[in-house]
């Protein structure tokens, strides 16, 4: 079955930027979608189409695309950041969805 | 703004049948803005797609659980369901629906979850 591989936890200090890595085979064909989840809380659509933020997100998030691996990058992490992100995207038919099986962030 | 709310039992014996009704709120389901789906999160585990539905009701379902899914849709309620037979401890998870949005593509709404335990 198809997987999308995201490292488990990444650790920054305030100020600093966080970059998120998530690889799969289909990566290069299909789109690339990220969730934040905060404890307690639904997930929220932060980054659609690789790289697209919808309204109301701010702009520290961004998201990259290069081959088989796509990047989530928090340009400058403040402790609201702190929370668990999800890659999504499909196989390579597009029918069947996936998501990474999550990144920790912790503000140091 | 869209809402989703789910509902139905938060304790299934193993073998029996986990059965759960999405009901939208704030749009149509027969919207082509949104299609449908269930996604799950086991205790300490990530996110899991189980399947969607699309207006037209067609179908796509998780292979991991192909042979044990329905996901159904009733306009007339504007609800959506999910019916997952032959459960076990494994099943055990919060149960989510969710809407895809016709624009991002991506998840735009997230109904609060559901959890089911599948306990004797």
């Known amino acids: 079955s198809y997987e999308l591989t995201q490292p488990p936890s990444v650790s920054v200090s305030p100020g600093q930027p966080a970059r998120i890595t998530c690889s799969g085979d289909?990566?290069?064909?299909?789109?690339a979608f990220w969730y934040q989840r905060k404890p307690g809380q639904a997930p929220v659509l932060i980054i659609y189409?690789?790289?697209e933020r919808p309204s109301g997100i701010p702009e520290r998030f961004s998201g990259s695309s290069s081959g088989t691996t796509v990047t989530l990058t928090i340009s400058g992490v403040e402790a609201e950041d702190e929370a668990d992100y999800y890659c999504?995207?499909?196989?390579?038919?597009?029918?069947?969805?996936?998501f990474g099986a999550g990144t920790r962030v912790s503000v140091l | 703004q869209l809402q989703l709310q789910e509902s139905g039992p938060g304790l299934v014996k193993p073998s029996e049948t986990l059965s759960l009704t999405c009901t939208v709120s704030?749009?149509?389901?027969?919207?082509?803005?949104?299609?449908w789906a269930w996604i799950r999160q086991p205790p300490g585990k990530g996110l899991e797609w189980m399947g969607s539905?699309?207006?037209?009701?067609?179908?796509y379902y998780n292979p991991s659980v192909n042979s044990r899914i329905t996901i159904s849709i009733d306009m007339s309620k504007n609800q959506f369901s999910l019916k997952l037979t032959s459960v076990t401890a494994a099943d055990t998870a919060v149960y989510s629906c969710?809407?895809?949005?016709?624009?991002?593509?991506?998840?735009?709404?997230w109904g609060q979850g559901r959890l089911v335990t599948a306990s004797s």
């Open positions: 969710v809407a895809f949005g016709e624009i991002t593509g991506g998840i735009d709404h």
């Open positions: 704030g749009d149509s389901i027969s919207s082509s803005h949104y299609y």
């Open positions: 539905i699309y207006y037209s009701g067609n179908t």
């Open positions: 289909a990566l290069p064909k299909q789109y």
């Open positions: 189409k690789d790289d």
């Open positions: 999504q995207s499909s196989d390579s038919s597009g029918t069947y969805y996936v």
